[in-house]
C-alpha cells in the first residue's frame, strides 16, 4: 500500500465516490471523511473498520454497491492511505496534522468553514464511549461539538465575526 499524504487528485477522487454513492445520511466530503478518521485515531477506545466503514455510508443499508471491485479497492486503499497518515501525524508528529477544513469564498474573501469536518468528528465519537477522555481534553471536544452538533446550529449563527473565529481557532490543533 502507498504511504504518506494523499495528493490533491486522490482528494478529489474521493470526493467524487462519497458524492456518486452518498445518501443524505452518509458522510457528504473528503473534509467530513477526515474529521471521522481522526476521531477514530484520537478517541479513547479503540474502533474496527468495520464500525467506521459502516458509520462513513450512513448505516448498514447505506452501503454503496460499486460499479466495479477495482473502483471499492481504490476507495478503500485510499481511505486507509490517509487514515494511516492522519495517525502518523497524530502519533509522531503532531506538528504537521493539519484538519482537512474547507474553503469557501463569498465577495471576493476566502472562509474557513470548520462544520463538516466537525460533523465527521462528532459522527466518529458517536461510534464509541468517550468518558475515558481526559478532562484536560473536553474543551477541544466541546469545541469540535459547537461546530459539529446540529443543536448548535444557531449559536453559530449568533456568533460575531471574532467569536466564529475564536471558535475556529480553538479547534485548530
Known sequence: MKE?????????WLEDMLEKYGSEASIIDVSELDGLLTAVLSGPVTVE??????????????????????????????CFQHMNDVADRLSEFPEQFEPLFGIREMEGLEFTVVEEWCFGYMRGVALTDWSALPQD?????????????????EKIDAMTPDEMEASIEAIRP
Do not use: C, Y
Not at 5 to 12: F, I, R, T, W
Open 49 to 78: 473498520p468495520s464500525q467506521w466503514l459502516v458509520a462513513l455510508w450512513g448505516g448498514e443499508k447505506q452501503i454503496p454497491k460499486w460499479s466495479n471491485e477495482r473502483e471499492m479497492t481504490r476507495f478503500m486503499s485510499l
Open 4 to 12: 504518506g499524504p494523499l495528493s490533491e487528485k486522490e482528494l478529489q
Open 137 to 153: 481534553l473536553q474543551p477541544a471536544l466541546d469545541a469540535i461539538a459547537l461546530h459539529g452538533v446540529e443543536e448548535n446550529l
